[in-house]
C-alpha cells in the first residue's frame, strides 16, 4: 500500500502545466476513440478488459506482487492488441462512420439520450393493434450493449416512434416489412435490419416461426429487450436474455417493458410473468 502512495505523489510531485496540458490532451483522445466505439459489441468488451486491467494495476501496486507487475506491464498491451484484432470490423465501421458523418466532431457531440417511458406505452398501443390485425413484427430495444453492427444491416429511419410509424413500416407488402426495427434512446433508428438466429435452439417453441428465433438469438448476445408479434397466432411474445415470454396481452406487455427498460436489472425467465401494476 505504502508503494502505492509513493507513487502517485511521485507522480505529482513534478506536475507542471506542460503536464496538464499533455493529460487534457491524452483525455480527448480517449474520449475520441470511446465514442468511436460506442453503439458497437467491441465497447462491451473494451470495457470489461479496462476494468480488469486496472483491477491488475492496483493490486500489484498494493501487494507489490513480482507476477502481478509482470501482467500489468505486458498483459495490457496483448489485450489491446486483441482487441484491435477481434474487433477489427466493428473498427473499420466505426471509422468509416466517422468519414461519413464528418469527422470528429459527429462522435464528441452526439445526441442526448431520451426517455423510454412514453416509447413503452406507444409500443404496447402499436403491438397490440398489429396483434389484433394480425400483422407480423419484431422491434428490438437497445440497452446498453449497442446494436450499430445490426443497425447497419437495415435502412437508417432517425424518428421518433409512433404507433402509426410502427405499424406502417410492418405494414405487408410494404419495402420495410421484412426484417427488425431498432429503438436506440427512444428513437427509431433502422428498420428491415437483419438478427442472428438463436444459438439456444431448445430456448424457442419448434413451431414459432424466424422472428422468434432472431429475438431469442439477439438477446443471447446482447441484453436489448425484443418485441415480437406473431403474424400466424396474433400474439404477442416478448424475449430477453434468450428467454421467451408469451402469450402476453398489452397490459402484460406495458409491465413487462417498464420493468425491463426502467428498472435496470430487471431479467425474463421462463414461464414467468411480468408483475401487474393496479
Known sequence: MDSLFDDIGDAFSGFALQNLLEVAIITVVLFWLLRLLSGTTAMTVVRGIALIALAIIILSRVLDSVVLNWLAGNAVAVLALFVLIVFQPEFRRALERIGR????????????????????TVLSDA?????????????????????????????????????????????????LHDGAVVVRHGR??????????????????????????????????????????????????????????????????????ATLLHGGNGRVRRGETAPVRR
Open 101 to 120: 458523418a464528418g469527422g470528429m466532431a459527429s462522435v464528441l457531440f452526439a445526441p442526448a439520450a431520451q426517455s423510454y417511458r412514453d416509447f413503452v
Open 188 to 257: 427509431v433508428v433502422a428498420a428491415s435490419c437483419m438478427l442472428p438466429t438463436a444459438i439456444n435452439q431448445q430456448a424457442v417453441d419448434p413451431h414459432l416461426g424466424t422472428r422468434h428465433r432472431a429475438a431469442v438469438g439477439i438477446t443471447e448476445q446482447t441484453d436489448a429487450v425484443v418485441v415480437v408479434v406473431s403474424e400466424e397466432r396474433g400474439e404477442i411474445s416478448l424475449a430477453a436474455d434468450g428467454r421467451l415470454l408469451r402469450p402476453l396481452d398489452r397490459r402484460r406487455l406495458e409491465n413487462a417493458l
Open 127 to 175: 403491438a397490440a393493434a398489429m396483434a389484433a390485425r394480425k400483422v407480423g413484427a419484431i422491434i428490438v430495444v437497445e440497452r446498453e450493449t449497442g446494436l450499430q453492427d445490426v443497425v447497419e444491416t437495415g435502412i437508417a429511419v432517425d424518428a421518433s416512434p409512433t404507433a402509426e410509424l410502427l405499424e406502417g413500416i410492418f405494414q405487408p407488402g410494404g419495402p
